[in-house]
């Protein structure tokens, strides 16, 4: 049973040393090369087959090691939140080695490691679709950081670099086992293997690299970033403060060319009804500044409420004391001169923050409790374009958390988006990993959609994003300011775009194929033993 030097490491070895590698190797780090190999300590301490220990608790304890080393900083926005994400993100985790160690029982090892790698696309597939989504540790965005080196997402997506990091998990895995079987000519064909599909993919993404863009059809746009602290909003500023930084801020930014200013996620925070912000006395210097300049589109985050009367029109609709239905928003407008505001309202919603499944409805006095929503926000049903009519730029007002969502925001491009905004507020992490990973996974969307990236972050880090993920202005954490480029457009539709997540879908297809036939040969194992 021993595999020599390798598995007389002690299982909890093997399992610290898997969870460590997937902690350092996540972004922003220089080791993300770490991930094509972060697995082997776990598939080493699969391989020996013994059952004297319980190999799912050292799964367990490697993804909690990943989970609580990458997330650790959304205890500074919740702790019961953090604690709750992290146990239940590493339970979840757990499913697809769970059905490989029930697959195993009856298949070859090779087809029981395929069957961990479906089982695990299918669920990050499940997670970026279900109430309690949290696929911030989808497997293929640890690639961000070398966005170089991914440039073939245009086709695949993340799904893509979750499959990638898996093939060459296995690949070192049997590596590591030919060399402990002294099979010299297996063990070079493994290694030779591993090399050149990492450079022939290194080629791939340099040939799929967009060059330079000649376009002389360039739209001067603004980012804006007010940074102010979201603890300490109302206590340091007020309403009318806020706003008038950011109309300073945009004035001091703009130029006879600017045809887009850009603010964060809920920059706009004097909460009203949708159909009042026009009038209201708070929001009137914004409107002085798009009537000024009528060339100028706004684009915001805001915070509003919509009126339904005496019916309940949505899931999410609350009733005030006087019997009136409405929705509260975490929405983006679209503001112009002499035009009505045109709304988006989040719809990827923070679980446990910004929603609550059906299900844990019991635990909604809980979650209140430790600062998440018992009623939820409202959403939009579909993703909406802001068009610009003058400008012939159409913009993709993507809110915060929905930035992580690669097929989602592929539903903006196919509408009609010729560039990405993200707006955003990550001051809630304080300077953590956090904010850098957020940004670092904005890059995917970039590269997957074949977009300009325009990201505006209330206390940073706001940014330009090219096509080729590559970060070409940033404005730091903690800073206050804005940032302007002249942005070509584009209408082209990647094939990503086009298919969306079919990676995750045929491995979701197999997945469940592995499921009827365990089940088909537990019962016909079973039906022999009472035969005999």
């Known amino acids: 049973m021993a595999l020599n030097k390798w598995t007389y490491l002690h299982p909890l070895t093997l399992s610290l040393l898997t969870g460590l590698l997937l902690t350092s190797a996540w972004p922003n780090t220089a080791l993300t090369i770490g991930l094509i190999f ?302 009505e505001p045109v709304y988006y309202n989040k719809s990827k919603l923070v679980p446990g923050v910004e929603s609550l499944p059906s299900f844990l409805r019991f635990m909604a006095p809980v979650f209140e409790q430790f600062g998440g929503s018992t009623g939820g926000y409202g959403v939009s049903d579909t993703a909406v374009v802001f068009r610009g009519p003058i400008a012939q730029l159409n913009a993709a007002p993507i809110i915060c958390y929905e930035s992580i969502y690669g097929e989602y925001v592929t539903n903006y491009v196919k509408s009609g988006a010729s560039m990405l905004t993200i707006m955003t507020n990550d001051g809630w992490w304080g300077n953590t990993p956090g904010h850098h990973q957020h940004l670092s996974y904005a890059k995917l969307r970039a590269i997957e959609t074949r977009r300009w990236v325009a990201r505006s972050a209330n206390t940073g880090i706001s940014a330009f994003i090219n096509p080729r993920g590559e970060i070409v202005q940033e404005l730091g954490w903690d800073k206050t300011g804005a940032l302007k480029m002249d942005i070509p457009t584009s209408a082209t539709l990647s094939f990503y775009v086009q298919h969306g997540d079919y990676i995750f879908k045929i491995a979701s297809v197999i997945a469940a194929l592995f499921v009827v036939v365990y089940f088909y040969k537990k019962t016909s194992h079973a039906s022999q033993h009472k035969t005999t």
Not at 119 to 143: A, D, K, R
Not at 213 to 219: D, G, I, L, V
Not at 249 to 263: F, G, K, Y
Request: charged residues 10%.
């Open 38 to 339: 972060a697995w082997v300590p776990l598939l080493l301490l699969a391989h020996q087959k013994d059952t004297s220990f319980p190999l799912l608790r050292y799964v367990a304890l490697s993804l909690l090691i990943w989970n609580t080393g990458t997330t650790w900083w959304l205890w500074n926005s919740t702790g019961f939140g953090a604690i709750a994400a992290i146990v239940i993100n590493t339970t979840l985790m757990c499913i697809p080695w769970w059905g490989f160690i029930k697959i195993r029982r009856y298949f070859s090892e090779s087809i029981s490691l395929f069957s961990l790698v479906v089982f695990w696309l299918t669920f990050e597939y499940v997670h970026l679709n279900w109430s309690i989504s949290w696929p911030w540790l989808t497997l293929g965005n640890g690639l961000s950081a070398i966005s170089f080196y991914i440039q073939w997402y245009e086709y695949t997506g993340v799904g893509g670099g979750s499959l990638l990091i898996w093939i060459m998990n296995i690949l070192w895995f049997q590596l590591f086992v030919a060399i402990q079987k002294k099979a010299p000519l297996r063990a070079g064909i493994l290694g030779g293997s591993i090399l050149l599909s990492w450079l022939l993919l290194g080629w791939i993404s340099f040939l799929l690299m967009p060059k330079s863009s000649n376009n002389p059809n360039k739209k001067n746009v603004v980012v804006v970033q007010p940074n102010i602290d979201p603890y300490q909003k109302f206590e340091t500023l007020t309403t009318a403060d806020q706003v008038n930084r950011l109309v300073q801020l945009s004035v001091n930014a703009i130029d006879t060319n600017t045809v887009m200013v850009i603010w964060p996620e809920t920059a706009m925070s004097a909460a009203d009804w949708q159909h009042n912000i026009k009038v209201n006395p708070y929001y009137q210097p914004i409107f002085q500044f798009l009537a000024a300049h009528p060339s100028i589109q706004l684009i915001s985050g805001i915070e509003t409420f919509k009126q339904y009367g005496n019916t309940a029109a949505t899931k999410t609709a609350r009733k005030t004391n006087d019997g009136i239905y409405y929705d509260a928003f975490n929405a983006a407008v679209s503001l112009r001169a002499n035009q």
